[in-house]
Nanobody
């Protein structure tokens, strides 16, 4: 049983910062690629950021590059998404995801475990 619990969502205004965290249990966290996706009503879930097992490789969607930072703490089984300079278009439900693949991939199809999601709302 894999359990992934996100926290840290909420309300913000343009330019604000929010920090999302995801705690993972029930799988070997160190061997897992971790990522954040987001979804808005009527749209497909889209890749936001991903990080390799040792944190040495990261990948970001163009829309968040330079504003968001993904990191992980393998000792705490936690992956974090620091979101700075928030924009209204960042409003979405954010999901953490885990993949057994060896590299960070942007396709949601390779992620086999998902959190329940946390809402981020940014007003102008």
């Amino acid at each position: 049983q894999v359990d992934m619990v996100e926290s840290g969502g909420g309300l913000g205004q343009t330019g604000d910062s929010l920090r999302l965290s995801c705690v993972v249990s029930g799988r070997t966290f160190r061997a897992t690629i971790m990522a954040w996706f987001r979804q808005t009503p009527g749209k497909e879930r889209e890749f936001v950021a991903g990080i390799s097992w040792n944190g040495g490789s990261t990948k970001y969607a163009d829309s968040v590059k330079g504003r968001f930072t993904i990191s992980r703490d393998n000792a705490k089984n936690t992956v974090t998404l620091q979101m700075n300079s928030l924009k209204p278009e960042d409003t979405a439900v954010y999901y953490c995801a885990a993949s057994p693949r060896g590299v960070v991939l942007t396709s949601r199809n390779v992620y086999d475990s998902w959190g329940q999601g946390t809402q981020v709302t940014v007003s102008s």
